[in-house]
């Protein structure tokens, strides 16, 4: 008969036996926070010491002095002469608004691939799985060295290509029709028009409590909204316009003009990001039991309205949370512009470093930036999601 051995009784390991010295659970814990604090103030202590003896002065005083550079575009206005602590906020715009800009882009371009992904058209799935397929596996950066030499390489204004008679490409930039109003400048009626919107959404989200799917009629409260905004300020007084750009000279005059690197930058990110947000909708319809398909088509719904009716808003809960993530890369993929010439925040960073010396300032600046804004992100995402987690459960 074979004997088994039966493990004997096992001590605590040294570890856990010198754990148990030092004292209890919280005495543990408060030595090893003192430890790690004792930790940072030494190294805080010897940087400050090289930057003595290399004749900086720690801190950040450097930003009310003045800033002796350019900035080639900033949405605040700056000039060299400024402070550092004006050209940081310069880039710091700059990053918000390209960050923006793309997550809208890419969220409307990502969601069309991901539905021509499922397709039964080969045409359009094949199109979308190789547009995956090559965007995913090839650097960013390559991508946007490409899409810069391609914007580069356009010919000339006069020689610009048009399309629709009011879009101009040339290697000065794109050119696209812009919304005016006489009298007003944008840093005013823009964010009238962003909170009127805002205004609209909280308004809808509340009147459409309990809807199956209000995206339809969240659009008809938002352009009811700013037709209301159109004629209150006609009503003051304002004449607001459209302004399509023309070839004027030897440049495009008027209209929105996106200068190449923003150009390049933008293009980069969305497309890329868009790629990313495809695979995200495609897992989330694919995620909707076959079984609700099959309900509908009984009940005689199309397809379109099968996917707006029932499946989007299911896919919904698996979809939001993933897009936060994508979101936050697309933002801090943005730091990528200073390799194209963009100046965003990075790149601002950068030049007060070098012409400062405070390059651990200006480091911990470009950290706690990208970190307010992905905290910002994700809680925003996040309130999202939980009210779509809700609305899903509390149906079921």
């Not at 002095?65 to 700059?94: K, M, T, W």
């Not at 490409?146 to 006069?158: E, F, K, T, V």
């Not at 909708?281 to 694919?286: A, C, D, F, L, M």
């Amino acid at each position: 008969m074979t004997r088994q051995l039966q493990p004997g009784p096992s001590g605590p390991g040294p570890v856990s036996r010198l754990l148990s010295w030092i004292g209890p659970l919280p005495l543990q814990q408060g030595l090893l926070f003192v430890g790690v604090l004792l930790l940072f103030a030494f190294l805080g202590q010897n940087t400050a010491e090289s930057m003595h003896r290399m004749g900086l002065t720690p801190g950040f005083a450097f930003l009310s002095h003045q800033a002796n550079f350019e900035i080639g575009e900033s949405v605040l206005p700056y000039a060299a002469g400024d402070s550092y602590a004006r050209a940081l906020a310069a880039g710091i715009a700059n990053t918000v608004k390209v960050a923006l800009v793309g997550c809208l882009l890419a969220t409307m371009l990502g969601v069309a691939l991901g539905i021509f992904r499922l397709s039964g058209n080969l045409l359009l799935a094949t199109f979308a799985h190789g547009y995956v397929e090559l965007l995913r596996n090839t650097p960013l950066l390559l991508q946007l060295f490409l899409w810069s030499a391609i914007i580069r390489a356009l010919p000339p204004p006069r020689g610009a290509y048009t399309f629709l008679g009011s879009v101009y490409l040339s290697n000065r930039g794109v050119f696209l029709p812009s919304l005016s109003v006489d009298g007003l400048p944008a840093s005013v009626w823009l964010p009238a028009v962003l909170l009127t919107v805002f205004a609209a959404l909280v308004i809808s989200r509340r009147l459409l409590a309990g809807a199956t799917f209000y995206l339809p009629k969240t659009a008809g409260t938002v352009l009811g909204a700013l037709a209301i905004f159109y004629f209150a300020l006609v009503s003051l007084g304002f004449s607001a316009s459209v302004e399509v750009p023309a070839k004027g000279g030897f440049n495009i005059r008027g209209g929105l003009s996106l200068t190449p690197e923003f150009a390049a930058l933008l293009i980069g990110l969305v497309v890329n990001a868009s790629a990313s947000i495809s695979e995200i909708v495609r897992s989330g319809i694919q995620s909707v039991a076959s079984g609700q398909w099959e309900a509908a088509r009984a009940l005689g719904l199309k397809p379109a309205q099968i996917m707006r009716l029932v499946v989007l808003p299911q896919a919904l809960r698996v979809i939001t949370p993933l897009m936060i993530s994508s979101f936050l890369d697309l933002t801090k993929n943005s730091s990528l512009a200073v390799a194209i010439g963009y100046p965003d925040l990075v790149s601002v960073a950068n030049t007060t470093a070098n012409t400062t010396g405070q390059a651990l300032e200006a480091i911990i600046i470009i950290g706690a930036v990208y970190l307010t804004i992905s905290l910002a992100v994700s809680a925003l995402m996040n309130l999202y999601n939980r009210r779509v987690v809700l609305r899903g459960e509390g149906k079921r």
